[in-house]
């Protein structure tokens, strides 16, 4: 008996949860360039999206994939653990709806932080095109998170998410300047 489908199966029943793996899952682009999924041994599914369980701890690992059904609910095929464990045109077409999720900005360096009336005023360079850019957020912790092991996600004032993907790719000056004002 394979020892992954008994442990799939007992998954499944103990927490309604289904672990998602390269074999038994095919993932593409079908009709409308929309997502599809199909699962051995159950349906194809039509119009897939992915969501982050943990969008800042682990972008890249427990990834819930869903579909809405005719009567306009949300339902969950199963979860993706490592999304490295499938292969690259699915990884793509993943993190292409991940991207469709979630609208989160790379910063690649920092020209300056300033600090007034509780609040933090960020000068930063885009990674995407490498334009500055000027946002806010306060100075608390809670606007602060853990991104990967080196990383930091910014939460602005309006919500939005700025990504600092590794803390140690600053230069030193950046790094110094970065860290005097967000040291937790």
């Given amino acids: 008996m394979n ?3 008994t442990y799939q199966d007992e998954l499944l029943k103990k927490t309604g949860v289904r672990r998602l793996t390269p074999a038994e899952t095919k993932i593409f682009e079908g009709t409308f360039s929309l997502l599809h999924c199909a699962v051995t041994g159950d349906d194809l599914y039509r119009g897939v999206f992915a969501v982050r369980m943990f969008p800042i701890r682990y972008p890249d690992q427990f990834i819930s994939l869903r579909y809405t059904t005719a009567d306009d609910k949300e339902k969950e095929i199963g979860i993706i653990e490592n999304l490295s464990e499938f292969d690259l045109q699915s990884q793509a077409l993943i993190r292409e709806s991940l991207v469709k999720h979630y609208y989160e900005q790379i910063i690649c360096g920092i020209r300056g932080i300033e600090y007034k009336y509780g ?5 930063v360079i885009m990674a995407a095109d490498k334009t500055e850019r000027d946002f806010m957020m306060q100075w608390s912790t809670n606007s602060a998170e853990e991104y990967g092991e080196h990383g930091k996600v910014l939460i ?11 803390v140690n790719q600053l230069s030193t000056s950046e790094r110094r300047e970065f860290t005097s004002y967000i040291y937790w």
């Fill in 3 to 5: 020892t992954d489908y």
């Fill in 119 to 123: 609040l933090l005023f960020f000068k």
């Fill in 156 to 166: 602005d004032v309006h919500e939005n998410r700025y990504i600092l993907p590794d």
